[in-house]
């Protein structure tokens, strides 16, 4: 999700740095540098300091908490997950467009992945997106230059993660490990 410059306007007034929290969960990518090695430097979308190539890759579990939502509220919905067995399956490189750039993606397969947004989104919060669509972002590209990454033939599967990771509107952190 892009937020507007009005967005951000008004979360610099009140003191934030962000207008909504988000919650990201970090799998182990031992491979990145040759998954992002695919996409032509002519190719990527470069507007500091938000876009390009992803260097941290992550899988977002919610975007939009309010910032009433506190470390502690995420904290309780992630200890729900941690004896559990994560898989997180990568089923082929897909692609979103947006006006002015596309975004070349893993498309993730998980369902630990629906159920904790699921309970995330429990708590408050603004999404315009009505379905979660797990993914794992590759890079930000020029319209019209993501068709090409596309494949149904990548796959993999993540079973060693991380950590858990909340930024609040502040830019503070929570970290919780799985």
Same mark, same amino acid.
């Given at each position: 999700?892009?937020? =507007?410059?009005?967005?951000? #306007?008004?979360?610099?007034?009140?003191?934030?740095?962000?207008?909504?929290?988000?919650?990201?969960?970090?799998?182990?990518?031992?491979?990145?540098?040759?998954?992002?090695?695919?996409? =032509?430097?002519? *190719?990527?979308?470069?507007?500091?300091?938000?876009?390009?190539?992803?260097?941290?890759?992550?899988?977002?579990?919610?975007?939009?908490?309010?910032?009433?939502?506190?470390?502690?509220?995420?904290?309780?919905?992630? #200890?729900?997950?941690?004896?559990?067995?994560?898989?997180?399956?990568?089923?082929?490189?897909?692609?979103?467009?947006? #006006?002015?750039?596309?975004?070349?993606?893993? &498309?993730?397969?998980?369902?630990?992945?629906?159920?904790? &947004?699921?309970?995330?989104?429990?708590?408050?919060?603004? #999404?315009?997106?009505?379905?979660?669509?797990?993914?794992?972002?590759?890079?930000?590209?020029?319209?019209?230059?993501?068709?090409?990454?596309?494949? *149904?033939?990548?796959?993999?599967?993540?079973?060693?993660? *991380?950590?858990?990771?909340?930024?609040?509107?502040?830019?503070?952190?929570?970290?919780?490990?799985?």
């Amino acid at each position: 999700m892009i937020k =507007s410059f009005l967005e951000f #306007n008004e979360a610099k007034k009140s003191g934030d740095i962000y207008p909504y929290g988000c919650v990201m969960i970090y799998p182990n990518v031992e491979n990145w540098d040759e998954t992002t090695s695919m996409i =032509s430097p002519n *190719d990527v979308y470069k507007t500091a300091p938000r876009y390009g190539i992803e260097t941290d890759p992550h899988v977002t579990l919610l975007y939009g908490l309010h910032p009433d939502v506190t470390k502690e509220d995420v904290k309780r919905v992630v #200890n729900r997950f941690k004896k559990r067995k994560f898989n997180i399956k990568v089923d082929g490189i897909g692609k979103f467009d947006e #006006n002015k750039f596309s975004v070349v993606k893993l &498309n993730i397969d998980s369902n630990i992945l629906h159920q904790m &947004n699921a309970e995330l989104k429990k708590l408050p919060h603004t #999404n315009k997106y009505q379905d979660y669509e797990p993914h794992m972002t590759i890079a930000y590209v020029k319209p019209g230059r993501a068709d090409r990454y596309l494949s *149904d033939n990548y796959k993999e599967t993540f079973t060693s993660i *991380d950590r858990v990771v909340y930024t609040m509107t502040d830019g503070s952190k929570a970290i919780f490990k799985l």
